[in-house]
């Protein structure tokens, strides 16, 4: 089977059939991903972005990388500018004490996964999904998210304090 | 309390703790407080639930990448074809130069041997032969060219 290094080098030669099969596979990760980035909000949009950012670079793509990191690199980028983009949202920790605080709602009805990763900045948000769903090593996360491996810990430590503040019953 | 991070970060993570990290947790205060809302936050992420990929995206995608794939593959070819040239045209002054003195070797040779005329009709034809044979040959690149170029992109999606 071909690998993803070899398919770009087609998708740089123009070969669709080669990008078809590059989004087979990363489709339903890629996807995954910017959904739990931007919660949910133009999700198709900065997919279908990124794949084309994917195939106007791919002259550049350096073959000595790994595709998927490089790909997740191109999607952190593209969700970092749509963070910048319109009015931030970033969610305030006492509106999860007033919607916990409601008489009907236990905590866990208001608390759900992408309230969590909303409540988090636009940098430890990568960090925990690439982290806790997509199973990535700190290297590789350091690598995507452009910073060195102490940061990456550090702001998956910030995001645990953040997020178990918020879980504090 | 960078060790608390490191251990809290694993139970986040969802992954096993070895017997240190165990051992820290149940010695210290902060992370015997600590690990229940962890795991709660833990279980919280586990449960999210991410839509199915909408069938017509991908094509969607293959569709406004086609003109960008179009353009690639003109630039490719163009690319592949230019090198073969360059590189064809490396020999050519040699050739020009060896086929020169054949035909002249030859006319030297025949004229002594036949009639001017006859001579010079040999050995024109001799030359219009290979230079047609050259012209055939370098003819023949941009086809070569453009059949290697496909032979590789097929050998990448192999
Ligand atoms: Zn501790």
């Known amino acids: 089977m071909a690998t993803d290094e070899d398919l770009m080098t087609a998708v740089a030669s123009g070969d669709g059939r080669a990008l078809a ?5 990363y489709e339903r ?11 949910g909000r133009d999700v198709d949009d900065l997919y279908q972005e990124t794949w ?6 791919a ?9 998927s990191t490089w790909l997740f690199q191109i999607a952190v980028n593209l969700c970092r500018d749509w963070h910048r983009r319109p009015p931030p949202e970033p969610v ?9 605080a409601g008489p009907s709602g ?3 009805a208001s608390l759900d996964a992408r309230r969590l990763l909303a409540a988090l900045p636009e940098a430890q948000r990568s960090v925990v999904i690439l982290r806790y769903y997509h199973d990535l090593g700190e290297d590789e996360v350091a690598e995507i998210v452009g910073c060195p491996k102490g940061t990456v810990k550090s702001r998956l430590h910030h995001a645990m ?5 918020l879980a504090r019953q | 309390m960078t060790e608390c991070d490191d251990v809290l970060s694993q ?4 992954r096993a703790l070895d017997a240190d990290a165990a051992a820290h947790v149940s010695a210290c205060p902060h992370c015997t407080a600590e690990q229940g809302r962890v795991r709660r936050v833990a279980a919280l992420l586990a449960s999210d639930d991410v839509p199915p990929v909408p069938p017509a995206l991908s094509a969607r995608v293959l569709r406004l990448a086609a003109p960008l794939l179009a353009r690639q593959a003109r630039r490719a070819a163009w690319w592949t074809l230019a090198r073969a040239l360059a590189a064809a045209l490396v020999p050519l002054p040699l050739i020009l130069f060896l086929d020169f003195h054949l035909v002249r070797t030859a006319y030297g040779v025949l004229n002594v041997l036949l009639p001017g005329a006859v001579s010079f009709y040999v050995a024109f034809n001799y030359a219009a032969t290979l230079a047609l044979l050259l012209a055939l040959t370098y003819g023949m690149i941009p086809i070569v060219a453009e059949r290697q170029m496909r032979l590789r992109r097929e050998e990448c999606r192999a």
């Open chain 1, 92 to 100: 305030d920790p006492a509106s999860f004490e007033d919607s916990r």
């Open chain 1, 21 to 25: 099969e590059l989004c087979g596979r």
């Open chain 1, 161 to 165: 304090a953040r997020l178990a503040r």
């Open chain 1, 52 to 57: 084309l950012r994917v195939v106007r670079a």
């Open chain 2, 11 to 14: 139970l986040l993570l969802g």
């Open chain 1, 106 to 108: 236990t905590a866990d």
């Open chain 1, 59 to 67: 002259r550049r793509f350096d073959r000595r990388r790994r595709f």
């Open chain 1, 29 to 39: 990760g890629l996807h995954r991903f910017i959904f739990r980035h931007t919660g």
